[in-house]
C-alpha cells in the first residue's frame, strides 16, 4: 500500500485521521468538496465533488487504497442524501474499481444498525435497522461494497463507527466512543491485511458499555488501546444537562432515532 486517498478530509474525522496516517503511507492525497481551512503546506490535496464522477475520477487514479469519509455525516433532506451519500458513494466504488484500486475503507455509521434497542447487544451478523435517511445511505454503501468485493474483487472493509472526538461526551457515546487512534487501527487493518475480502467492523473502542460485539474486528488483530470509562464522570456530568428523549433513550442511534419519530401516534 503504497499510495492512499482520503476522501472527506476536510471533516471532523478526516482532520484527525489525515494528521495521524502522516508518513505512514508513501502518499497521502486527500481531497474534499472545500480546501481545508488548516492544510499543511506539504499534504497533497485535490478537490472533488463526489456527485461529479468526472472530478471523481480525477482523483482516484493511480492509488492503492482510499478511505471514502466524504459525504454527509448527519440527517439532512433527502436531496442532500441522496447526492452526497447515495449518488457520491457510488461514484466512489464504481470510479475505484474501473481505476483499479485495490482497497477501500468505507466509513459506515453506528446509524446504520440504529433501531436496534440498547438491551440487544448486536454482532455485525444482523439486518440492518437504519435511524435516518442517513442511516440508510450508510447500509447502502455497506451493500455496495459487498458487491463491488463479490463481483470485481475490490477488498472493502465498512466501519461502523460509534463517534470520533477526543473523548466520549455524553452517556450514549461513553458505549459507542471511538478514539482517533483507534480509528487509525481499524484503518489500516482495511488497508493492510492480507486477509480481507469484505468485511464490517464497529467503529469503537475497548468501552465497558459497549452495545456492539466487535469480535470480528478482534478475529482482524483489533486491539483498542481507549476505554471511554476513564471519562464517565465528565461525561455523565454533561448527560445530566441534556433534556430527557425516552426515544433517544431506548435505541443504539439516540437522537436520530427520535428526530422526526412518530410511530407511537399511528
Ligand atoms: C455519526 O454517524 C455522525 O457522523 C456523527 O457526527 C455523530 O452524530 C455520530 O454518528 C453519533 O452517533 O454520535
Redesign the pocket.
Known amino acids: 500500500m503504497k499510495s492512499v486517498l482520503i476522501t472527506g478530509a476536510a471533516g ?2 478526516g482532520t484527525r485521521l489525515r494528521k495521524l496516517l502522516k508518513g505512514v503511507y508513501a502518499e497521502l492525497r486527500i481531497s474534499d468538496i472545500d480546501k481545508p481551512a488548516d492544510l499543511a503546506p506539504d499534504e497533497a490535496f485535490a478537490a472533488a465533488d463526489l456527485a461529479d464522477y468526472a472530478q471523481v475520477e480525477k482523483i482516484v487514479a493511480g492509488v492503492d487504497g482510499i478511505v471514502h469519509l466524504g459525504g454527509f ?2 440527517e439532512g433532506p433527502w436531496p442532500t442524501i441522496l447526492n452526497a451519500n447515495i449518488v457520491g458513494c457510488y461514484n466512489l466504488f464504481e470510479a475505484a474499481y474501473r481505476a483499479g484500486v485495490k482497497r477501500v475503507v468505507f ?1 459506515s ?3 446504520a444498525i ?1 433501531f436496534y434497542p440498547r438491551s440487544q447487544r448486536i454482532g455485525v451478523d444482523v439486518t440492518v435497522r437504519p435511524d435516518s435517511r ?2 440508510v445511505s ?1 447500509a447502502f454503501g455497506e451493500a455496495l461494497g459487498a458487491l463491488y468485493a463479490d463481483k470485481h474483487g475490490l477488498r472493502v472493509t465498512c466501519i461502523r ?4 472526538l477526543d473523548k466520549p461526551v455524553d452517556k ?2 461513553l458505549s ?1 466512543w471511538l478514539s482517533p487512534d483507534d480509528l487509525v487501527q481499524l484503518v489500516r487493518i482495511g488497508l493492510e491485511h492480507p486477509d480481507i475480502h469484505y468485511e464490517i467492523f464497529y467503529g469503537v473502542s475497548d468501552n465497558a458499555a459497549s452495545f456492539w460485539d466487535n469480535a470480528n474486528a478482534t478475529r482482524f488483530g483489533y486491539r483498542p488501546q481507549s476505554r471511554a470509562e476513564h471519562f464517565r464522570q465528565e461525561a455523565m456530568a454533561t448527560e445530566a444537562e441534556l433534556p430527557a428523549d425516552p426515544i433517544a433513550e431506548r435505541y443504539h ?4 432515532c427520535s428526530d422526526e419519530y412518530d410511530a407511537d401516534h399511528r
Request: aromatic share 8%; no cysteine.
Open positions: 471532523k474525522v455525516s448527519v466509513a455509521s453506528n446509524h440504529g442517513y442511516g450508510k463507527i460509534g463517534h470520533v450514549r457515546r459507542i442511534g439516540g437522537p436520530f
